[in-house]
């Protein structure tokens, strides 16, 4: 078992990763919940027949009494109305203040359910089983929870700490390549931007199956960087920016796809490759990233170049409206394995990147 504390002052939570542990969820839950007797197991319509009732299984062995919650997969559930449905179900099933919410999906369960569990009674506890790959190494650790509203995604959100986080890497071995590739981005990420060991071994395992031999280590690392990240700027008010990185201008492309085109670790992908040019350009990061990381981006399968008109990558970087204020933070790596959020004047970024976007076009 691979263990890590995310040491937050008075909301400190362990990450355990350790194939098969759904089996073991039970103990591990009632050890952080030891008054809970209620818990509200939401889950999506693709995750439920793989993982739920084994979940169930598992929590019920150790006295809790459950309630899966089902909501449809996909992106659509992180609405208002979903959170209204969640609401209720948990009231009807006699949820109190000293129960729980587990949140046993990818991201989109991890954000909604979170939300839920941060907002319902004013706050209950929950305990984060993500099962993407994405979800392992991003979304399940750090606190931030949310739904999309009309005007954006994750426009109502809170910061709620999970008492745990519970990874099973044999989890990883049902999703599909697309699936399994979307998380990919967000791996290669990490060794840009913490570890540039890491990205060298990303390099060397060669694909999915290398990085699925070595699980464990793999979501270990990830989940450390976030963790450290987290540590220093739990309120995403300046380091957790690096977590963004190729993200800005990934917003762009997924935007241009209407969200439907390109998976967010597609889109976040083409944006790495993106600032690294640009990081080149400026004479920021050194001549060479871009092929170093098109490189093994490629070996999982991920695009390397995508195209979007110029006014979405205007609007998405928010330089449409970022203008008046001067002066925008955007992330470059000054070298392989470290980046750093850059305080850029908006017309000078506006003109790189037009000469970027023409030199792609
Ligand atoms: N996914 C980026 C963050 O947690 O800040």
């Given at each position: ?5 995310v040491?937050?002052?008075g909301?400190?939570?362990?990450i ?23 818990l ?43 959170l ?10 006699g ?41 392992q ?32 890497p ?27 060991e ?11 199956s ?32 690096i ?62 170049r ?7 990558m ?47 076009a």
């Open positions: 078992m691979k263990t890590l504390t040491a937050l002052p909301r400190e939570y362990d355990l990763i350790e194939k098969g542990l759904l089996d073991r969820a039970g103990e591990y839950c009632r050890g952080v919940l030891p008054k809970a007797k209620r509200a197991v939401v889950t999506d319509s693709n995750v439920a027949p793989l993982y739920l009732q084994r979940v169930q299984t598992a929590l019920k062995s150790v006295g809790f009494v459950v309630e899966g919650i089902v909501v449809p997969a996909g992106e659509a559930s992180k609405s208002l109305e979903m209204g449905r969640l609401y209720d179900q948990m009231l009807s099933f949820l109190s203040r000293t129960d729980a919410v587990v949140a046993l999906g990818g991201g989109v369960v991890g954000d909604l359910a979170g939300f839920a569990a941060a907002t319902v009674l004013r706050g209950v506890d929950y305990v984060q089983i993500p099962t993407t790959l994405l979800a190494v991003d979304s399940s650790v750090g606190g931030k929870v949310a739904i999309d509203l009309p005007a954006g995604k994750n426009l109502a959100g809170a910061f709620w700490q999970p008492k745990l986080v519970l990874m099973d044999e989890c990883l071995n049902t999703l599909s390549d697309k699936v399994f590739s979307d998380g990919m981005a967000e791996v290669i990420k990490y060794g840009c931007i913490r570890d540039k890491f990205f060298d071994f990303l390099d060397q395992c060669g694909g999915r290398g990085v699925m031999e070595h699980s464990e280590q793999v979501l270990h690392t990830c989940c450390d960087i976030k963790r450290q990240v987290v540590l220093a700027d739990e309120r995403d008010t300046g380091l957790r920016m977590l963004n990185f190729g993200h800005t201008v990934g917003h762009a492309f997924e935007l241009a796809g209407h969200y439907e085109d390109w998976t967010h670790g597609q889109a976040v992908a083409a944006g790495m490759v993106w600032a690294a040019r640009l990081g080149e350009m400026l004479g920021v990061t050194p001549a060479g990233m871009q092929e170093k990381i098109c490189a093994v981006l490629e070996k999982y399968t991920l695009p390397t995508i195209l979007c008109p110029w006014e979405t205007v609007e998405a970087i928010g330089l449409d409206k970022k203008r008046a204020e001067g002066g925008i933070s955007f992330v470059l790596l000054d070298r392989l394995g470290w980046a750093e959020p850059k305080k850029m004047n908006t017309d000078q970024l506006l003109e790189q990147l037009k000469r970027l976007y023409e030199e792609t």
